[in-house]
């Protein structure tokens, strides 16, 4: 029995990190921490950019409950702590892997849901202001469609004039864009 209820805890914050990744990316990335996260609507220079940081932020909590929750009995904080670092993971591999191959590789995803992600965090990042973006969750998207209409609409914020982004929008959807 012991077993599920753990199994739950996990997935339950596992879950709840897209709605923490909503908030933190709409209001305090976009918010407050702009000095962070700009570097990330910016063209890299090096490895990493300032906004990594917010990976460390993410990793601290699930670390110390990964300690504490191991330290005692492996209960629910343990378990928390887990599903955290799997969004972290999971996160990583979606966003830096897929979205902005910070890893080189040559896999271009058939997936109808990856795909839809890739969109909407692409759409995401047309605009170069922290105002008038769309798309602030990561592994739940609304269609393309409604993220348009809603760029559309939003009416604020420098929308990116390059070829590329152009192309972007307007969804082109063959290997010579997935191979970018």
Do not use: C
Not at 41 to 67: K, T
Not at 108 to 122: C, E, F, G, M, T
């Amino acid at each position: 029995m012991q077993i599920w209820i753990n199994a739950g805890v996990f997935l339950l914050a596992l879950a709840t990190m897209e709605g923490v990744a909503y908030v933190g990316h709409r209001w305090v990335m976009h918010g407050f921490l702009w000095s962070l996260h700009k570097s990330h609507h910016e063209p890299r220079r090096g490895v990493f950019e300032r906004n990594d940081w917010f990976a460390v932020m993410g990793a601290v909590p699930a670390m110390v409950l990964i300690i504490w929750g191991s330290l005692n009995g492996f209960g629910p904080a343990y378990w928390i702590g887990m599903g955290i670092t799997a969004y972290g993971a999971i996160y990583f591999g979606f966003h830096d892997l897929l979205v902005h191959r910070r890893v080189r590789h040559g896999w271009n995803p058939d997936s109808v849901y990856l795909k839809r992600i890739i969109q909407a965090h692409r759409l995401h990042h047309v605009v170069e202001s922290r105002q008038g973006t769309v798309s602030f969750g990561f592994l739940i998207a609304p269609p393309v469609r409604i993220l348009k209409a809603q760029l559309a609409a939003n009416g604020t914020g420098k929308i990116r004039s390059s070829a590329k982004v152009r192309a972007e929008m307007d969804m082109i959807d063959n290997a010579e864009h997935w191979a970018r």
